[in-house]
């Protein structure tokens, strides 16, 4: 069962800060195969349309791994929250936050064919806010600059906290003093970012802001819409006008940007006046942001935040969006792809196996196909679940890269590409409580 918030106007439980302590289930973390053993299925093509998986006999796309290996990371006990961005000349970089003597601290590695850089300090503190769904991350921008994000308490109310932004010039073994992207100064929440290379050196940054809250009391219910902002901060760290990109979006999902050919899109769970949540996306075209645009017409009737954002990819004008929906009380999992850089989108295939909690992540291959993962329930808890998708709905068998829980705990899985494999990272909720990574090897196809 997936989980909501109860927040403005909102119905269900409260998804309240966690800190890694109090979220640990005790629940054994294995890698499994992935051929058709592990995954149960029989081998043979399959194509995924909107009415679910059916099976026909012919030449299959294949397995979605030929193997995996596990990397361990030098991640602490009570690591979690992994983000991985792909750099340069076949490197990786995570981020991730876990406690210290400080209280928490956000850190960083980078992989390369020599294994995992010992881990950096980017910032630590005993003000952050630490949560399962809202988290840091990092990007190398084309210059080789490293930036990275966190989230920082601004008041004594629940939900006010800000974004911090860092630079490191030297593969993250010093990080510059933080900015502040948005300059509202309202004690309301802003998080839920996404980074990604501007033009002449400046890194750009999206968020979700309740600047125009109104805060009722400390620690309790708001009024008001959740906003989607943009700004760019500059190589002297600072930051420029801020636009308005949805003044009224869904209020604790993921963004999630990618760099198109034409431009940067950025999409994200959208939210009308009547309370439907389906995914939008809008694009950064010349100097001017497309008002929004919806992806696929879900209908999803959701009165409160599903804390499961979308995720987007992109190789020159190819884009691919992997997103969960829970539309007519059937939830799926699913990969919509477009060839024009994201101004239009093919119908939606679906990726799941019928009891997705979403969560997804999603990635580009060479060969035209999407990369999707994402966390599918099972009778022993949770399995962390991937497999190739292409275009015209033809799917892999799924791989099953670890078995996790349904908690809060078991976070986000995430992926990116390391040369001609794959890095995929998940928080392990076992009795350690710890961040894991393994290598996945692609088939040639």
């Known amino acids: 069962m997936p989980f909501f918030r109860k927040c403005r106007r909102c119905l269900f439980s409260v998804n309240q800060p966690l800190s890694q302590a109090g979220a640990i289930l005790v629940t054994s973390v294995a890698l499994l195969s992935c051929g058709p053993e592990a995954s149960g299925e029989a081998s043979g093509e399959r194509r995924i349309g909107a009415d679910g998986p059916d099976e026909t006999e012919g030449p299959a796309l294949g397995s979605t791994f030929t193997g995996l290996r596990e990397v361990p990371p030098p991640t602490g ?36 064919a020599s294994g995992w850089s010992e881990p950096h300090t980017i910032a630590r503190g005993e003000d952050f806010f630490v ?4 988290f840091p991350s990092i990007v190398e921008l084309p210059d080789g600059t490293l930036a990275a994000h966190w989230l920082q308490r601004e008041g004594p109310g629940t939900y006010a906290y800000g974004v911090r932004i860092a630079r490191s010039v030297d593969g993250g073994l010093s990080w510059s003093d933080p900015v502040t992207p948005h300059v509202d100064g309202t004690l309301t929440e802003h998080g839920f970012v996404s980074l990604f290379p501007a033009a002449d050196g400046a890194l750009a940054a999206v968020w979700l802001d309740g600047r125009d809250f109104a805060e009722v009391a400390e620690g309790g219910p708001l009024e008001g819409d959740m906003s989607l902002r943009y ?3 500059g190589v002297d760290g600072a930051p420029g006008s801020q636009t308005l990109l949805d003044a009224r979006s869904c209020d604790c999902c993921q963004t999630s940007a990618a760099l198109t050919s034409e431009g940067p899109v950025l999409v994200y769970r959208d939210r009308s006046e009547s309370e439907i949540r389906d995914i939008s996306v809008v694009r950064l075209v010349g100097s001017e942001w497309t008002a929004p645009s919806t992806i696929h017409a879900d209908g ?36 919509a792809f477009s060839g024009d850089a994201g101004k239009t989108f093919g119908e939606p295939s679906r990726v799941d196996e019928g009891r997705p909690l979403g969560r997804v992540d999603v990635m580009l291959l060479k060969d035209g196909a999407a990369l999707v993962v994402w966390l599918e329930t099972t009778d022993r808890g949770a399995d962390v679940r991937a497999r190739r998708v292409r275009p015209d709905g033809e799917a892999s068998l799924p791989a099953t890269v670890a078995i996790t829980d349904v908690s809060r705990a078991s976070g986000f899985p995430r992926m990116a590409a390391l040369g001609n494999d794959v890095i995929l990272a998940w928080t392990d909720t076992g009795p350690d409580g710890t961040v894991r990574t393994v290598v996945a090897t692609l088939p040639i196809d």
């Open 231 to 233: 700004a760019e901060i």
């Open 300 to 335: 999803w009737y959701m009165p409160a935040c599903p804390v499961n954002g979308p995720a987007v990819a992109a190789k020159k004008e190819r884009v691919a969006v992997a997103w969960y929906t829970a539309a007519n009380d059937e939830p799926k999992v699913q990969v």
């Open 131 to 134: 949560n399962w769904a809202d």
């Open 77 to 112: 006990r009570g690591s979690m929250t992994p983000y991985l961005w792909a750099g340069r000349e076949g490197t990786v970089y995570m981020s991730w936050q876990e406690p210290d003597e400080s209280g928490h601290a956000v850190r960083m590695a980078e992989l390369s």
